[in-house]
């Protein structure tokens, strides 16, 4: 796990981009994930399309989640955002960019068939990956089994009570949401999570200098291979150990 400290969300984002860049350039397979900390990189690999002419146009790409429940037309769906914050602004084929069907009949086939999916297309090259302030990854609460593979889960009050600030009143938080599991998005050859802002400090902390333990979903990645936590200084200020921001 290598452990990465910027000194602003913005500086966090051009180091992400930097990393996500040659897999974007091979045409490759991207895990994108939504919320509030991945906007810094959208916003600098907007830049790049546009100013430095990066292209997508070889690029598929797969979400993390979706809330369970959420039609994909509602603003708060992770497949409006992932648009309104990143696609609609690049030359990716809008077919190419897969979410999971929060209005499905049967959300546990339509996560078993998105688990198959993401096989079908030779797996995730760069997965990118927040972290909750209980440690969730995805929406894979403190308790999910580390093999864990797509499924609907039942949300954690503290997760609810965060994402509250997206919609009007908590009341409208949806309570359940399909997501990778953490088997799944360990399959994915390259991690590449991101963490901003005090609030996420002591999550950073239990995952980089923790135990590996279901009740920490984050601490997981430390069985990856390749992994890369990019960190402001915030977010890493009750790390113990020396990663000096640079």
Known sequence: MEILVRRTPEEVGVAAADILQPFIENNGVLGLATGSTPTPTYQELIRRHNEDGLSFAGCSAYLLDEYNGLAKEHEQS??????????????????????????????????????????????????????????????????????????????????????????????????????????????????????????????VKAMVEGEVSTDNPASALKSHPNVTVILDEAAASKLEGDYSAS
């Open 78 to 203: 992770y497949y409006s955002t992932i648009r309104r914050e990143l696609t609609h602004h690049i030359d990716i084929d809008d077919a190419k960019v897969h979410s999971l069907d929060g209005t499905a009949d049967n959300a546990d086939q339509a996560a078993a068939d998105y688990d198959q999916a993401i096989k079908d297309a030779g797996g995730v090259d760069v997965q990118i990956l927040g972290i909750g302030s209980n440690g969730h990854i995805a929406f894979n609460e403190p308790g999910s089994p580390h093999d864990s593979r797509t499924r609907v889960i039942d949300l954690h009050p503290r997760t609810i009570a965060d994402n509250a600030r997206f919609f009007d009143n908590e009341s409208e938080v949806p309570r359940q949401a399909l997501s990778q599991g953490i088997g799944t998005v360990l399959e994915a050859r390259n991690l590449v999570l991101i963490a901003t802002g005090e609030n996420k400090a002591d999550a």
